[in-house]
């Protein structure tokens, strides 16, 4: 089972695929996008599309673009934008975001959840820093470490006690590449909690209503070795912090 495949199906009743809760969506969301009736934004791991389109659906003015790897998820992307009636103010390209090039800058650039496309925070603002355009704005989520990481909880990431800062850290390596923070958001220990459960919750109801699918013990296998990790490895460990940036 292939790990998009795994990903789509976790991510079924939690299509943020990122530790943020309704309402921490929408103020980030409203904060991106105050003042500004029109305008451009990219979402670069884009997924499902879930961002655009709740941006799209409560800015009639603007227009996106979303860039994904993930072939059924952009094609899920697409038939939540058509029933929606937005398929005509959005873009969806199958394609490595490192590769994407585009016409014209946008005043809004999201990668909350997917730096790791571009391996790490800072070729993410290096990339983002290329497609946005006088005074647009970055909205990005990274992981951070909450308390030193135990080994068992880079066992459970597969992770290196590099991969990650903690936050105050994390945020002077985002000032001094040039960006300033104009908002923020540190995810809860309850928004961690419940995106956790209802990842490896929906891969294992999904493995228990198909009993009989080729997929459905590695489906299984895949959510109780996640919640093993979590549990057992980085609950409390690894924070996660998006930004609201501007280029200084």
Partial sequence: MDRQQISRLAHAHHPIAAPLADESVARLLDRA?????SGRMLD?????????????????GWRAVGVDVDAAALTRAWESATT???VR????HHQDVREFTAVGPFDLVLCVGATHAFDG??????AARELLAPGGLLLVGEGFWEREPSPAALDGLGAAREDFADLATT???VLA????PVYGHVSTVRE???YEFSWTGSLAEWALDHPDHPDAAAAREAADRHRAEWLHGYRGTLGFVTYLLRRD
């Fill in 33 to 37: 996008l105050a003042g500004r009736e």
């Fill in 44 to 60: 670069l791991g884009c997924g499902e599309g879930s961002w655009l389109l709740r941006a799209l659906a409560a800015r009639p």
């Fill in 84 to 86: 929606l009636g937005l």
């Fill in 89 to 92: 103010r959005i873009g969806l």
């Fill in 121 to 126: 925070l800072l070729p993410t603002l290096a």
């Fill in 171 to 173: 945020t002077d390596r």
């Fill in 177 to 180: 590449d040039g960006w300033t």
């Fill in 192 to 194: 961690w909690d419940d």
